[in-house]
């Protein structure tokens, strides 16, 4: 009875309490009335605005005045809320949003009290607060509702939460039982500086930080291919290991180009600029895509450091708050000077426009000789004198022409179903100018691969060419859409061919020059690569668009004379790194030319249909032999080197310049140049430039820079981190407290306008961003937080808070929430051991489902997961597919990062629970993870239950966890014992060594136990 009252009493003094403008009604007129009664004057309404005092207080003409202060019966707001007549009633029937009674008498009673405005919280100076603290402030507003805060968490919990929050991993079962003995008062904060000070936290925090900036590692439109972008990711962990200071991190990524003498650094910091979605598309119009690229700028911006949404505004004023068309495009403008292109190719030496090489010293060093080199052999080859009289006789004779073979056999060596189309008929569905086509025809002597599909693979085939003298040996590559790779291999994003050998008898043939028929030498890996004999190199096309079979010439060292009797062994070796980049579709033909040009069966064919050009030799060189006038006079000289040789030094320089080119680290450069023009463009339309043009200045709400002349992204960067900005603290202390405590203290992140959430405690928000703003140490900020009482709370919550404040925004407990996406697979490779710490470097792929790219396309392409230590890199390495997010990742909510995101939303769905129990990064890692308990958790399945608990949850297990989980140990020992095959699928999976001795049913049934603990709630949340 006694409670009942108190809650009575409260209920009534909160009735009392004077109503906010920000609080109160300002949530109120955003959701309904600033539509039509807002800052946008391009759909205002009646001519009045009831965002501004002055505006709403004035008669009208026909002598009503919208609000008159103090007196409700007097002002129209107030007749128009409360009006019955559906003709007459605000908001009208058609907005769709009805005010409910409570909404209407708050109107009232502000009316009645004075009807005064506030300026918006979030862009009013800050407040600074002497004496105040996290848990003065917050044990404040408790007290106001009557409440206070909870005990503080047991030790193992407090120390796995903040583990989890710091770095994004499970403290390890010796770093819990260290922090359990330390009985120190300052046991707690040195864990905390141990853990601020880590590789692990630096990665947490640039995880967050790459949602926001939306960095990826492909490029979003059209083919969404990779581009090079892990440098700037490097570049965030290093900054945040070395805990650079928040200011000086803005202007580099802003502007670090712009900076004096800027450094390598500050350059690949200025890569943030860069990394918006691009697209490739053969049709787009240019200015259509450089108005999204832009846009994309000015919404990344200012939602990542100013929480406004200026995006809104690229069509028309905002309709909520005070931005205008003409802040978006003045905005934009501050970017018109990064050189860029609205169509940017993704392949070719042309891929990704601007882009920055990071070699040391000594591969530059090694590159300037090779090209050197390079250099002078063309030109030797250029001059030389042409002289070929028997060659176009030799040609026209069909001398030079390939002699596709006829296979007598073909197998491989892991599983792979080799089959021969020789004159048998077979559906194709090559792409040929531009278009698929499907037929059936004679094969030709095709082989065609089908059935398994190992990630290596080596095909023998067997042919017996006819008598002759014999040059090269040629392998044609069909492709067929039938491949998933690139059209021509049956998986991967590409081909790769890392050893061709022929035998004849036991003799192995001797090859000296590997060139092949791809017209661009940057769409393929090295044809020498081929015959080199290291499996680290492949000959491989690696794009799109030939529209042709990638051919491969191998010239004999010694030319081969055959009688017609002898059979010829030809091994075809996949054993590349790509899993699955293996040939779907081949052809292998002979030359008896001087030597075979690399020109490919089917194009001979189609050249071929008047029966006046056999091939063998390429066009060019035919049209200077028969005296053409459109001749390239120096074909003849460059092919007749071929011939001769100087081609097989050049080759072997092209080779490794390739793959030392290849080992130079890439990122995308802002690039400088003079600043395009901006226009405002009417309703966003790219075609349409009537509208005004504009030179960069920030939002006029906020005010104006004092530049001298044309202000620069430098200008803004220093801006954005004024101390007179109160936006950039506030917005970063908003989403630094929902890192640690699960949502912010305005829960609207990327939106801090009059459409977002007035702060649950502003005061608090304020005392902590004059804070941070006093120094920009995010550390510093950190650790505050974490050292607070209110983040040491129980999430236990009482009973009381749990009916006053169920979502727990006044923090009258900790809160439990799910990890993100990428520390769940971060705790489940750490339990099991299988963790490979790295720091830094390109992008990693893991596991992925087969098909899972089939609708990708320019190229056609399959998923080829990562080799070794790659595969157990931590979540934060996985490869950004736009796209196709890596599908663990998407269903644990992970953003495509297509939009820059700075608030996860995480759910809670029957599939997650689906994907950790089969989803082989989780299968391998509760096989692993059930080894090391069976080799290290004890004797007993009661031990080692209690082993596997501790690593995952940082506790024992209870005594019914332990009992449910010995039955289900016993259930699938009993179930493996009677199926050896299931138990073997089970421990096959992932490509970690089996490394016990136990008996397969034993390690099976032990991975079911382990598999069910990391699929505990408990083990994915941070509580």
Same mark, same amino acid.
């Given at each position: 009875?006694?409670?009942?009252?108190?809650?009575?009493?409260?209920?009534?003094?909160?009735?009392?309490?004077?109503?906010?403008?920000?609080?109160?009604?300002?949530?109120?007129?955003?959701?309904?009335?600033?539509?039509?009664?807002?800052?946008?004057?391009?759909?205002?309404?009646?001519?009045?605005?009831?965002?501004?005092?002055?505006?709403?207080?004035?008669?009208?003409?026909?002598?009503?005045?919208?609000?008159?202060?103090?007196?409700?019966?007097?002002?129209?707001?107030?007749?128009?809320?409360?009006?019955?007549?559906?003709?007459?009633?605000?908001?009208?029937?058609?907005?769709?949003?009805?005010?409910?009674?409570?909404?209407?008498?708050?109107?009232?009673?502000?009316?009645?009290?004075?009807?005064?405005?506030?300026?918006?919280?979030?862009?009013?100076?800050?407040?600074?607060?002497?004496?105040?603290?996290?848990?003065?402030?917050?044990?404040?507003?408790?007290?106001?509702?009557?409440?206070?805060?909870?005990?503080?968490?047991?030790?193992?919990?407090?120390?796995?939460?903040?583990?989890?929050?710091?770095?994004?991993?499970?403290?390890?079962?010796?770093?819990?039982?260290?922090?359990?003995?330390?009985?120190?008062?300052?046991?707690?904060?040195?864990?905390?500086?141990?853990?601020?000070?880590?590789?692990?936290?630096?990665?947490?925090?640039?995880?967050?930080?790459?949602?926001?900036?939306?960095?990826?590692?492909?490029?979003?439109?059209?083919?969404?291919?990779?581009?090079?972008?892990?440098?700037?990711?490097?570049?965030?962990?290093?900054?945040?290991?070395?805990?650079?200071?928040?200011?000086?991190?803005?202007?580099?990524?802003?502007?670090?180009?712009?900076?004096?003498?800027?450094?390598?650094?500050?350059?690949?910091?200025?890569?943030?600029?860069?990394?918006?979605?691009?697209?490739?598309?053969?049709?787009?119009?240019?200015?259509?895509?450089?108005?999204?690229?832009?846009?994309?700028?000015?919404?990344?911006?200012?939602?990542?450091?100013?929480?406004?949404?200026?995006?809104?505004?690229?069509?028309?004023?905002?309709?909520?708050?005070?931005?205008?068309?003409?802040?978006?495009?003045?905005?934009?403008?501050?970017?018109?000077?990064?050189?860029?292109?609205?169509?940017?190719?993704?392949?070719?030496?042309?891929?990704?426009?601007?882009?920055?090489?990071?070699?040391?010293?000594?591969?530059?060093?090694?590159?300037?000789?090779?090209?050197?080199?390079?250099?002078?052999?063309?030109?030797?080859?250029?001059?030389?004198?042409?002289?070929?009289?028997?060659?176009?006789?030799?040609?026209?004779?069909?001398?030079?022409?390939?002699?596709?073979?006829?296979?007598?056999?073909?197998?491989?060596?892991?599983?792979?179903?080799?089959?021969?189309?020789?004159?048998?008929?077979?559906?194709?569905?090559?792409?040929?100018?531009?278009?698929?086509?499907?037929?059936?025809?004679?094969?030709?002597?095709?082989?065609?691969?089908?059935?398994?599909?190992?990630?290596?693979?080596?095909?023998?085939?067997?042919?017996?060419?006819?008598?002759?003298?014999?040059?090269?040996?040629?392998?044609?590559?069909?492709?067929?859409?039938?491949?998933?790779?690139?059209?021509?291999? *049956?998986?991967?994003? @590409?081909?790769?061919?890392?050893?061709?050998? /022929?035998?004849? $008898? +036991?003799? !192995? #043939?001797?090859? %000296?020059?590997?060139?092949?028929?791809?017209?661009?030498?940057?769409?393929?890996?090295?044809?020498?690569?081929?015959?080199?004999?290291?499996?680290?190199?492949?000959?491989?096309?690696?794009?799109?668009?030939?529209?042709?079979?990638?051919?491969?010439?191998?010239?004999?060292?010694?030319?081969?004379?055959?009688?017609?009797?002898?059979?010829? *062994?030809?091994?075809? @070796?996949?054993?590349?790194?790509?899993?699955? /980049?293996?040939? $779907? +579709?081949? !052809? #292998?033909?002979? %030359?008896?030319?001087?030597?075979?040009?690399?020109?490919?069966?089917?194009?001979?064919?189609?050249?071929?249909?008047?029966?006046?050009?056999?091939?063998?030799?390429?066009?060019?060189?035919?049209?200077?032999?028969?005296?053409?006038?459109?001749?390239?006079?120096?074909?003849?000289?460059?092919?007749?080197?071929?011939?001769?040789?100087?081609?097989?030094?050049?080759? @072997?320089?092209?080779?490794?310049?390739?793959?030392?080119?290849?080992?130079?680290?890439?990122?995308?450069?802002?690039?400088?140049?003079?600043?395009?023009?901006?226009?405002?463009?009417?309703?966003?339309?790219?075609?349409?430039?009537?509208?005004?043009?504009?030179?960069?200045?920030?939002?006029?709400?906020?005010?104006?820079?004092?530049?001298?002349?044309?202000?620069?992204?430098?200008?803004?960067?220093?801006?954005?981190?004024?101390?007179?900005?109160?936006?950039?603290?506030?917005?970063?202390?908003?989403?630094?407290?929902?890192?640690?405590?699960?949502?912010?203290?305005?829960?609207?992140?990327?939106?801090?306008?009059?459409?977002?959430?007035?702060?649950?405690?502003?005061?608090?928000?304020?005392?902590?961003?004059?804070?941070?703003?006093?120094?920009?140490?995010?550390?510093?900020?950190?650790?505050?937080?974490?050292?607070?009482?209110?983040?040491?709370?129980?999430?236990?919550?009482?009973?009381?808070?749990?009916?006053?404040?169920?979502?727990?925004?006044?923090?009258?407990?900790?809160?439990?929430?799910?990890?993100?996406?990428?520390?769940?697979?971060?705790?489940?490779?750490?339990?099991?051991?299988?963790?490979?710490?790295?720091?830094?470097?390109?992008?990693?792929?893991?596991?992925?489902?087969?098909?899972?790219?089939?609708?990708?396309?320019?190229?056609?392409?399959?998923?080829?997961?990562?080799?070794?230590?790659?595969?157990?890199?931590?979540?934060?390495?996985?490869?950004?597919?736009?796209?196709?997010?890596?599908?663990?990742?998407?269903?644990?909510?992970?953003?495509?990062?297509?939009?820059?995101?700075?608030?996860?939303?995480?759910?809670?769905?029957?599939?997650?629970?689906?994907?950790?129990?089969?989803?082989?990064?989780?299968?391998?890692?509760?096989?692993?993870?059930?080894?090391?308990?069976?080799?290290?958790?004890?004797?007993?399945?009661?031990?080692?239950?209690?082993?596997?608990?501790?690593?995952?949850?940082?506790?024992?297990?209870?005594?019914?966890?332990?009992?449910?989980?010995?039955?289900?140990?016993?259930?699938?020992?009993?179930?493996?014992?009677?199926?050896?095959?299931?138990?073997?699928?089970?421990?096959?999976?992932?490509?970690?060594?089996?490394?016990?001795?136990?008996?397969?049913?034993?390690?099976?049934?032990?991975?079911?136990?382990?598999?069910?603990?990391?699929?505990?709630?408990?083990?994915?949340?941070?509580?």
């Amino acid at each position: 009875m006694r409670y009942l009252l108190i809650l009575a009493l409260a209920s009534v003094v909160f009735a009392q309490r004077p109503v906010s403008f920000n609080r109160d009604i300002r949530p109120i007129m955003a959701d309904t009335c600033f539509r039509c009664h807002g800052p946008d004057a391009g759909t205002r309404m009646a001519n009045l605005r009831l965002d501004l005092r002055d505006e709403a207080t004035k008669a009208n003409r026909a002598g009503r005045t919208p609000i008159v202060p103090g007196k409700p019966e007097e002002s129209q707001i107030v007749a128009r809320v409360f009006h019955t007549n559906p003709a007459r009633v605000m908001p009208p029937p058609s907005a769709h949003k009805e005010l409910g009674e409570k909404q209407k008498e708050t109107i009232r009673r502000w009316v009645a009290e004075g009807a005064r405005y506030e300026g918006h919280w979030a862009y009013e100076p800050i407040r600074k607060q002497a004496g105040a603290s996290i848990d003065s402030l917050v044990e404040a507003r408790l007290k106001e509702e009557g409440l206070s805060l909870s005990a503080e968490a047991d030790k193992r919990t407090l120390l796995r939460r903040v583990t989890l929050d710091l770095t994004g991993l499970p403290p390890t079962a010796a770093e819990v039982n260290a922090f359990l003995a330390d009985t120190s008062a300052s046991a707690y904060e040195k864990t905390v500086d141990r853990l601020l000070s880590s590789q692990a936290h630096a990665e947490k925090m640039t995880m967050h930080w790459l949602d926001a900036v939306r960095y990826a590692d492909t490029s979003g439109f059209h083919g969404d291919n990779l581009y090079p972008s892990w440098p700037y990711r490097d570049y965030v962990l290093k900054s945040f290991l070395d805990n650079k200071r928040f200011d000086v991190f803005t202007r580099e990524q802003l502007a670090g180009d712009l900076l004096p003498n800027a450094t390598t650094e500050q350059k690949i910091a200025a890569a943030f600029n860069r990394l918006n979605r691009t697209s490739a598309e053969g049709g787009l119009q240019p200015k259509e895509y450089l108005a999204k690229y832009g846009a994309d700028r000015v919404r990344t911006v200012s939602a990542v450091w100013l929480g406004a949404t200026l995006g809104c505004a690229e069509c028309h004023d905002h309709k909520f708050d005070p931005l205008t068309s003409r802040d978006f495009y003045s905005m934009k403008a501050f970017f018109a000077d990064i050189k860029e292109t609205g169509l940017v190719p993704d392949r070719g030496a042309r891929a990704w426009g601007s882009v920055m090489r990071l070699g040391t010293e000594a591969q530059q060093g090694q590159l300037a000789q090779i090209d050197a080199r390079i250099a002078a052999l063309r030109q030797q080859i250029e001059n030389q004198q042409a002289a070929a009289p028997e060659l176009l006789k030799a040609y026209e004779a069909g001398e030079l022409a390939w002699k596709v073979q006829r296979p007598l056999t073909a197998a491989s060596r892991n599983g792979a179903a080799l089959k021969i189309y020789n004159e048998e008929e077979v559906d194709s569905m090559p792409y040929v100018g531009g278009i698929i086509r499907s037929f059936r025809g004679p094969g030709k002597g095709l082989i065609v691969a089908s059935g398994p599909n190992p990630d290596n693979e080596t095909y023998t085939i067997t042919i017996r060419p006819a008598a002759g003298r014999y040059t090269a040996l040629g392998l044609e590559v069909v492709q067929d859409e039938g491949n998933p790779g690139n059209g021509v291999a *049956r998986g991967a994003d @590409r081909l790769a061919v890392t050893e061709v050998e /022929a035998y004849l $008898g +036991r003799k !192995r #043939l001797d090859f %000296s020059l590997a060139t092949s028929n791809v017209a661009d030498p940057t769409w393929e890996q090295p044809a020498m690569s081929a015959i080199d004999g290291d499996s680290a190199t492949a000959w491989g096309v690696v794009t799109y668009g030939e529209n042709k079979n990638p051919f491969l010439a191998l010239r004999l060292r010694q030319p081969l004379v055959l009688t017609g009797q002898e059979t010829l *062994r030809v091994e075809i @070796r996949h054993d590349s790194v790509y899993r699955k /980049a293996t040939i $779907g +579709r081949m !052809r #292998l033909a002979m %030359s008896t030319g001087t030597y075979g040009w690399p020109e490919g069966t089917d194009i001979t064919e189609q050249r071929n249909k008047d029966g006046k050009n056999p091939g063998g030799l390429p066009v060019e060189v035919v049209k200077a032999l028969r005296g053409e006038k459109d001749a390239d006079a120096k074909a003849l000289a460059r092919y007749l080197a071929w011939m001769r040789g100087e081609t097989m030094e050049l080759a @072997r320089h092209e080779q490794q310049r390739y793959y030392l080119e290849a080992a130079i680290p890439k990122v995308l450069l802002t690039e400088r140049v003079e600043p395009e023009t901006v226009r405002i463009l009417p309703r966003g339309n790219f075609l349409d430039e009537t509208g005004a043009v504009v030179e960069p200045a920030i939002p006029a709400r906020f005010g104006k820079l004092n530049t001298a002349g044309r202000a620069t992204r430098l200008d803004l960067a220093n801006w954005i981190v004024a101390q007179d900005n109160p936006l950039t603290p506030r917005v970063q202390v908003n989403r630094m407290w929902r890192m640690l405590f699960g949502v912010g203290l305005s829960k609207v992140l990327d939106d801090i306008g009059s459409q977002g959430e007035l702060p649950v405690n502003p005061d608090l928000l304020d005392y902590l961003a004059a804070e941070f703003q006093s120094d920009w140490d995010l550390r510093r900020l950190v650790k505050q937080i974490v050292m607070s009482r209110t983040y040491r709370q129980s999430s236990q919550a009482t009973k009381q808070a749990a009916e006053k404040d169920p979502d727990n925004r006044l923090l009258s407990h900790q809160s439990r929430t799910r990890v993100d996406a990428e520390v769940v697979h971060d705790i489940a490779l750490s339990a099991a051991g299988l963790l490979k710490p790295r720091f830094g470097g390109p992008s990693v792929r893991p596991y992925q489902p087969e098909g899972y790219l089939g609708a990708l396309n320019f190229p056609k392409r399959d998923y080829s997961a990562s080799r070794g230590a790659e595969l157990y890199a931590r979540g934060l390495y996985t490869q950004w597919q736009r796209t196709f997010l890596h599908p663990s990742l998407m269903t644990f909510d992970a953003p495509s990062r297509e939009e820059c995101t700075v608030n996860r939303v995480n759910s809670n769905t029957p599939l997650q629970a689906l994907v950790l129990l089969n989803d082989p990064i989780y299968v391998e890692a509760a096989r692993v993870f059930a080894q090391k308990m069976l080799a290290e958790g004890g004797k007993t399945i009661e031990e080692q239950i209690d082993w596997a608990y501790l690593r995952t949850v940082a506790r024992p297990a209870t005594a019914e966890e332990k009992a449910i989980l010995k039955e289900l140990h016993g259930k699938n020992l009993a179930r493996f014992r009677a199926d050896a095959k299931a138990a073997r699928q089970l421990l096959t999976v992932g490509d970690a060594p089996l490394t016990v001795k136990a008996k397969p049913e034993e390690l099976a049934a032990a991975a079911t136990v382990t598999r069910a603990i990391l699929n505990l709630h408990e083990a994915i949340t941070r509580n």
